[in-house]
Each structure stands twice: as C-alpha cells, then as structure tokens.
C-alpha cells in the first residue's frame, strides 16, 4: 500500500501545476456565479442585461475547459505509459495491477474529490441543505466520471499526448456521427421502434461502452497487449451499432421509471404527505382540439381539457405542476407523455389583493378555480387518435399554498434574501418615461439528477415568493410587465435576470400623474407557503371530436 501511495504522490506532484490551473478554472466559473448574484447594475438597463449575458457566456466558456479534465487523465496515465516497453515503471517491482489502483486513486482524488470540494463553499452560500448538496455532488461526480472514463479508453492505447488528442477527436466525432446515420436509417423504416424501445437501445449501448472501457482499462494495465485493447473497442463500437439497429428487447425504461413515481406517491398518500384536501371537487369538460399557440389555426394537433375545481378555502390557492397524460388505445397498449397546466387565478394578484385588505374572491364564482390542460401530440401519434379515438386519462400534481406574509422594501437595491435555497435580491432601479424599471437577480437549485431523473416527485415544501409594486395609500397594485429574462446555470445554481416595468394600470392618466403614484409605492415581497402536495386523475375521458373556438 505505501508503493500505491508512493505513485500516487508522484503522479499528483508531477501534474501539480496543470491540476492548479484546472481548478482555478472552476473558482473562476464560481466566482462568476458570485458576480452575477451580487451585480449592482449602475448604468443603463441594456448595457446591464448585455452585461449579464457576456458574464453567461464566460461561465458557459469555463465550463467547457472545465471538460479538459479528459486531457489530464491521459497525462496521469501516460506518467506510466503502458504502449512500448521503455516506460520506467517496468524495471521496478510494480505489478499492473497495482499501478492500476494507483491510478484509479489519484483520478479519484484530482478529478471527482477535488471539485465537490472546490465547489461545496459555493452550494453553501447558495444555502444548499445536505440533500441538496448531495445530489450536487452527485452530478458532479457523475458529470467528471465521463470525463475520465473518455480519457482512459484513448489513454491506455497511445503512447503520447499526440496520439491520444487525435484518437480522442476520431472517437468525439465518430460516436454522434454513428448515431445520427443509425437514427436517419431508423426514421426510414416502414415499421418505427417505439419510444421505449429506443430508450433501451440508447441504454444498452451506453452500457456496453462503459463495460468495454472498463475492460479494456483493467486488461491493458494486466497485460499491455495494445492490439487486442484496440480490437476490443472496435468489438465494443460494432456490438453498440448493432445494438442501436437491430436491439429486439423492450426493458420497459420509461413504465419502470413511472411505476416508481407511482410508488412514491402512494405511499406518500398513504402516509398524509400527498393526500388531496377533503371537500374538493373536480369537474371536468370534454376534451377539444385546438391549435397549439403560435401555430396555424387549421394544425389542430393540441388537446386541451377544461376542468374546475370548488371547495378551495377562501385563504388558499391551488397551483398547478405539470400533468402527464395516457393514451390506450383499444389493443391494450398505451402512450404517454406531458403537458402544461394553465391556472385562471393568478396567485400573484390574489395576494396583493390580500394584502390592501380586499376579498381575492370578489369578482369570481363562489370558490371555483378554473383550469385548462393542454398536450400536445405528436402527428403519428395524432393520426392513430383520429382513427382509433383512444380513451384519456391525465394525472396532474397540485400545490395548495396558502398566503404567509409581505415584506416592503424600498426602491432601491438591496441585499440578497435568502430562503432556504433560494435566493432574491432587487439589483437595479431605473425611472424611465413615467415607469419604474427594476431588475432583480434570482437563484434556486437545478438539480438535474436530483429532481428530474432519480427523484421526480421530491417532498420538499419550498416556499413561492415574487415581488410587485404596491401604494398602500392609494389601494392599489402593480403585478408589472417583464421586459428582459436570462437565466444562466452555474454549478447545479439555475441564476435569473428579470426586468419588469412598473406603472400605473390605468393608460388614461398622463405621465404626470403616474410619477406621483410611484414616487409613493413600495416593492412588496410577497410569500406563499405549501399547504399540502397532491396529485389527482381527471378521469377517463375520449379523444375529441370538435374543436375549441379559435
């Protein structure tokens, strides 16, 4: 074990300085993550919002070096080359195998313990709880373990740097290239694999290009026979086309990920963490056809399903997430997919109304909130509807929120709020034609393998907040108008710039009279809390016949 530690040491010293400018490559990312969360914008909204922009550009620069991790693992290796027989590590009592975990160890420590490290001040100041670092972490990790997985598969066969550049650009190229003449050759063919099915070629592949990898790793360092290597990641690159082509076995990818999902709601159900609120009542109208927005009226390719639900307490609003549909069809089989919600009760403006003191419901019918979903198909799939009319079904997730608090803050910048993980700040003020332009900069987590792959449906009551521009004296409020949206994503951190135009609602009043009305209001942070998390299907209902009004 002290020679294992021994090479790693030497391996680790002999790279020193290109693993220093390697992490400073990450603290430069970070640092313009912090800039951006901090920026004060002191001249005019464009130059900021053309500011902020560069500023993305530059992190989206850095992380692309930060990929060049690929290149310092094929100089790890090649600190001990395993292609010819001068390498000096052949005249010494140094098995492969030893070097092997030697390796391993010091691409461990530089390539997946180095940046969870170098990163965790930056998830910390992002108020990042121990789940939310976690899941970061893993995403690091796994994000730096293609890298070197990249890296070893093209190190292990050359014999230096020049060989191992040209063989890793011939393998960057080739395997998107392959690819894409698999999946043109498969949009040709009479008879498509379904969704599923190429899920799990696509996975398939994937794995036997992480087993070859690993082989070829492990049987190189044993016995440093370079042609059966290189011969073996041929094999690998023909047995994935194969796979990619001809793959027979649906592994059921999709339904096995949804019948998790399903697990979890149920037993979060079971348990009172998603049980829908006692009194609600959901009612439900036919689904119709129609255009999806920005489409041409006669491209009626968009269901949309109307629906009502009564029985929301008067100090609550429901806030829909998105809703995912089934189509079965008559031979058994199913489709699925997502769709969006749209909600006729604003959240925000039920709130300013709650906070001049005024009945949220005084203009709306008793204590319905309405809905429409809308799904979108895809034209086979939309073909197939029109012949065989499949019945629908649509579950869809809810949060019921209830109003905590607001907080006024003057128009002016201020300090970042941090709520649990997420964070807000109003960064710039701007007077302008009779409005009032303010910036504001946002932070929340955007956890990929966290949220989206591995946790779908995460029991996590994170707060709903957004600002408005409120005159107490006046009783009334300005939800205001988005000029400008950039978001940018840092290190797992999703960062936002938004403009927004505050005015008098009225357009009769001069400007004249608008710049009183401001001078005297106040940006009010308003704040819901989740009251309870359900999810709720709509029902069975039949594919439609008519079409909604244009």
Sequence with gaps: MNLTWHIVKKDLRALRWPLLGWTLV????????????????????????????????????????????VVLVAAVVHEDLLVGTTAFWMTRPIAGARLLRAKILTAV??????????????WLGCGYGLREIAWAALETVLIQTLCVLLGLVCSVVTDGLARFLMWAVVLIFAVPSIASVIGVHLSTLEVKPT????????????????????????????????????????????????????????????????????????????SGELAEPAGFKFAVEAPRLTARPGAPLERLNNVQINFRVSGVPDTRVLLPQRGRYTLHWADGTTDFGYGWIHSHRDPLRYGSQLMLG??????????QQSFTYNMTLPAATLSRAHA????????????????????????????RILTESKGERVARVESMDGQI????????PDLVVGDKLI?????????????????????????????????????????????????????????????????????????????????????ALQFPTETANP
């Design 195 to 270: 969704t599923e099915l190429l899920l799990s070629r696509v996975w398939v592949a994937i794995a036997i290009a992480v087993l070859a990898i690993l082989l070829v790793t492990v049987h190189q360092f044993l016995t440093r026979r370079t042609w059966r290597s290189i011969g073996a990641i041929c094999s690998a690159i023909g047995l994935m086309v194969v796979t990619g082509l001809w793959w027979p076995w649906d592994l059921r990818l999709l339904a096995r990920r949804d019948a998790y999902v399903a697990a979890i709601m149920e037993e979060a159900t079971v």
């Design 437 to 444: 332009l303010v910036t504001y900069i946002k932070s929340r």
């Design 388 to 415: 065989e009319k499949p019945s629908i079904t649509v579950r869809s997730d809810f949060r019921l929120l209830k109003f905590e608090s607001a907080t006024k803050f003057p128009l002016q910048p201020g300090a």
């Design 109 to 122: 420590l530089a390539f997946l313990v180095l940046p969870v490290l170098v990163t965790l001040p930056w």
């Design 358 to 367: 005024s009945h949220p419901r005084a203009t709306e019918r008793d204590d």
């Design 26 to 69: 990450i603290i430069a990312k970070l640092g313009v993550g912090v800039a951006m969360l901090t920026a004060v914008g002191t001249l005019n909204a464009d130059w900021f919002a053309n500011w902020f922009a560069r500023m993305d550009t530059f992190s989206k620069l850095l992380a692309g070096l930060e990929y060049m991790s």
């Design 455 to 539: 946790h779908p449906f995460p029991q996590v009551a994170t707060p709903y907040s957004f600002f408005g521009l409120v005159n107490q004296a006046a009783g009334e409020f300005d939800l205001g108008r988005t000029q400008l949206e950039h978001e940018s994503r840092i290190a797992t951190v999703e960062i936002s710039l938004q403009m927004v135009a505050y005015g008098n609602k009225s357009t009769s009043r001069k400007s004249a009279l608008v710049e009183p009305w401001l001078r005297d209001a106040e940006i009010s942070r308003q704040t819901f809390i989740e009251d309870v998390q359900f999810s709720r299907e709509l029902g």
